[in-house]
């Protein structure tokens, strides 16, 4: 039976695309750091939906977690033609957090092992003409902010390496697609730094997860290579990848 297989699936993002996942009649493979959410998780899907979900703890930011993913996929006789890859995180000061190893597993974590989900799954989806693979990207990868030397480049990189792999492979029954939603509405900015953050912005700029999802999943099926969810960030992005961008974030009220 095939699976769709998502990382970051404690919660945020990961936990919504589960739940409309599912809510279509889709066999899971839930993937994450932290186990007891994702058993909750698969509880609710099964009592709701009558679906298989599977729970597999594993830490995006270690070397070989994607192979070793694979590898217990195959053991298990999962077929994955759905992969979202989601884990992600707010990262480190590159130039202020002075110990590499840190630098290092939180670019691992945002890019390297988003590559290697896609060079682990998709000969398979390739092979059998079908595949669905979904990079959580951000509307920070379309444009360059002070500041952001972190989070923003590595959402950049996955935009890219998205567009590529659409190119090459959706003539071949594999859809590929960077999905860059603005503001959320999700645990993903509990931090106080984040709280902060959207303390002092419009609400207006803000959307609920389930829309960003239903979106993204739609915008997938007919074959985008990258989408921005919400109307009004399909409208602000180009305008703020201009170079009087700052003045207009400070006369809408954002403070990044």
């Known amino acids: 039976m095939s699976r769709a297989l998502i990382t970051g699936a404690s919660a945020g993002l990961g936990s919504e695309f589960a739940r409309q996942l599912a809510a279509r009649g889709k066999d899971l493979v839930l993937v994450a750091r932290r186990a007891e959410p994702m058993e909750h998780l698969a509880r609710e899907l099964r009592e709701a939906h009558g679906v298989e979900v599977d729970v597999l703890t594993a830490d995006m930011s270690i070397h070989g977690a994607p192979a070793d993913l694979h590898a217990e996929a195959r053991q298990r006789g999962f077929e994955i033609d759905f992969l979202v890859n989601n884990a992600g ?22 890019m390297t092992s988003v590559a290697a989900m896609c060079h ?22 379309r444009m360059t902010v002070g500041g952001d030397y972190s989070y923003g480049p590595t959402k950049a990189y996955l935009i890219a390496l998205s567009k590529a792999l659409a190119s090459a492979y959706k003539s071949q029954g594999v859809h590929v697609m960077a999905l860059c939603p603005g503001f959320t509405h999700t645990d993903f900015h509990a931090s106080d730094k984040l709280t902060i953050m959207k303390s002092n912005t419009p609400r207006f700029a803000w959307y609920d997860a389930d829309v960003v999802i239903r979106e993204g999943l739609a915008a997938l099926e007919q074959g985008k290579d990258e989408y921005t969810s919400g109307r ?7 305008v703020l990848r201009q170079r009087w961008s700052r003045r207009l974030l400070t006369m809408l009220g954002v403070k990044l």
Do not use: C, K
Request: glycine share 8%; net charge negative.
């Open 120 to 141: 682990e799954f998709m000969p398979a989806m390739i092979e059998r003409g079908y595949g669905r693979v979904l990079n959580v990207a951000s509307v920070a990868g």
């Open 232 to 238: 009004l960030y399909r409208f602000l992005v180009p």
């Open 89 to 110: 995180s707010e990262g480190p000061d590159l130039i202020r957090t002075r110990d590499w190893d840190i630098q290092d597993a939180y670019l691992r974590l945002m």
